[in-house]
């Protein structure tokens, strides 16, 4: 359930800069990314139900009575889950952020987009400078959706950015909440997947458009 909400459902954020964007060519391409993403969805969930370990919960059950909580409990739950969120989550972003920074200092993003040309250039029909807003993705998605728009994208490239860039690694919040309910091993599986689908489904998207 985590990798299928991760994988098609885009946040808030990234679905404005999808309709931003790409909502400018035409609302046929906006109608090709969530399409897309949907039948991933299903086809996705169809084979990781097939092939990974689970149970389906009853969906008959004891609903117990509501009652109204103390505003005093509510505030000091938020309060603990917000305090614990950042306290895994800032020192990762502070960290992926200085990285960024050297790689852009140190002029290594050439040397990355050289490198990963034959996949960016050649499978998924980019220009190989997007492989910058790739690696952006890994801190904010919808950042990265508009770092595409400098590049003068055709439509179909435009599509296949954003829905590569919406399956793709997990940003930065994700991977957090990844690590903290799947574990490393469970997280490495499902980056694993999300990795594997865009580029499948980019791949397959640039022969199609």
Not at 102 to 124: C, Q, R
Not at 158 to 172: E, Q
Not at 196 to 203: E, F, I, P, S
Request: aromatic share 10%; glycine share 10%; net charge positive.
């Amino acid at each position: 359930a985590a990798t299928l909400i991760s994988i098609a459902i885009p946040c808030a954020a990234l679905q404005a800069m999808v309709f931003g964007l790409v909502g400018e060519r035409g609302w046929q391409y906006v109608a090709i990314v969530y399409g897309t993403l949907f039948i991933v969805w299903i086809v996705l969930g169809l084979i990781l139900n097939r092939f990974a370990k689970g149970f389906s919960p009853e969906l008959l059950i004891e609903i117990p009575p509501y009652r109204l909580p103390l505003w005093r409990t509510v505030l000091l739950k938020l309060w603990l889950r917000h305090r614990g969120f950042l306290k895994e989550a800032i020192p990762i972003i502070l960290a992926a952020v200085l990285a960024i920074n050297i790689l852009y200092a140190l002029g290594i993003f050439d040397a990355i987009a050289n490198f990963t040309a034959p996949v960016v250039t050649g499978l998924l029909g980019l220009p190989k400078e997007a492989v910058v807003a790739l690696v952006v993705g890994f801190l904010r998605k919808d950042v990265a959706i508009g770092m595409l728009a400098p590049l003068a994208l055709t439509s179909g490239q435009l599509v296949v950015g954003c829905v590569v860039l919406a399956m793709f690694f997990p940003c930065i919040a994700t991977f957090v909440v990844l690590l903290r309910e799947l574990g490393v091993t469970g997280m490495l599986k499902a980056a694993g997947i999300m990795v594997t689908t865009a580029l499948l489904v980019g791949g397959l998207l640039n022969l199609i458009l």
